[in-house]
T-cell receptor, first 111, second 117 residues
Framework: GQQLNQSPQSMFIQEGEDVSMNCTSS?????WLWYKQEPGEGPVLLIA?????ELTSNGRLTAQFGITRKDSFLNISASIPSDVGIYFC???????????FGAGTILRVKS | GAVVSQHPSRVICKSGTSVKIECRSL??????MFWYRQFPKQSLMLMAT?????????EQGVEKDKFLINHASLTLSTLTVTSAHPEDSSFYIC?????????????FGPGTRLTVL
């Protein structure tokens, strides 16, 4: 099936540092979504991107929809302990409504 | 806005019994609802796509007679795990889609932890 390559797999950073993670695919997507999941809970939508080249911010989070429509990145600036969790990218293929998920990036923040 | 609830949040049952999980969109009507399964330390795996008033579309390898989906209204979908066995123990998560700019943005419920003894 379709796959998204998400990296890095995990990160252990110092509080206050910036974080960057990305997803790439060989397929073209018409929507990119970034979710955060905490233990025992469902994913929470952070940012939705609908247009190639789109750059969108949500507080300290910034995400971009790659111009080739095959990649996206998420940046978190000035990380804080509550940023801890698993971050998933998800892409929606052209003409469909199903999501393809990345494997997730585990973020740990040391205070 | 865009709140999705699931009930129950966790359930423990004996092998051979059936378990029903409800998924509701609380403040919007969902064009489509989706059911996922997640094993520990893994990503979400789509099980089926559900549209109100029609039969669910199951992903390859998912048994439709094992995982019964009913989508009775634009705000409610149910997943019934029939004759559950220990290997069905997992975290089940639903999502509800809102049509926005020509695509469905999915909002997820809090998940249901199923443990089959």
């Amino acid at each position: 099936g379709q796959q998204l390559n998400q990296s890095p797999q995990s990160m252990f950073i110092q509080e206050g540092e910036d974080v960057s993670m990305n997803c790439t695919s060989s397929s073209i997507f018409n929507t990119w979504l970034w979710y955060k999941q905490e233990p025992g809970e469902g994913p929470v939508l952070l940012i939705a991107l609908y247009k190639a080249g789109e750059l969108t911010s949500n507080g300290r989070l910034t995400a971009q929809f790659g111009i080739t429509r095959k990649d996206s990145f998420l940046n978190i600036s000035a990380s804080i302990p509550s940023d801890v969790g698993i971050y998933f990218c998800a892409g929606q293929l052209v003409g469909g409504n199903k999501l393809v998920f990345g494997a997730g990036t585990i973020l740990r923040v040391k205070s | 806005g865009a709140v999705v609830s699931q009930h129950p949040s966790r359930v423990i049952c004996k092998s051979g019994t059936s378990v029903k999980i409800e998924c509701r969109s609380l403040d919007f009507q969902a064009t489509t609802m989706f059911w996922y399964r997640q094993f520990p330390k893994q990503s979400l795996m789509l099980m089926a796509t559900s549209n109100e008033g029609s039969k669910a579309t199951y992903e390859q390898g998912v048994e439709k007679d094992k995982f019964l989906i009913n989508h009775a209204s634009l705000t409610l979908s149910t997943l019934t795990v029939t004759s559950a066995h220990p290997e069905d123990s997992s975290f089940y998560i639903c999502s509800a889609g809102i049509r926005d700019r020509g695509t469905d943005t999915q909002y997820f419920g809090p998940g249901t932890r199923l443990t089959v003894l």
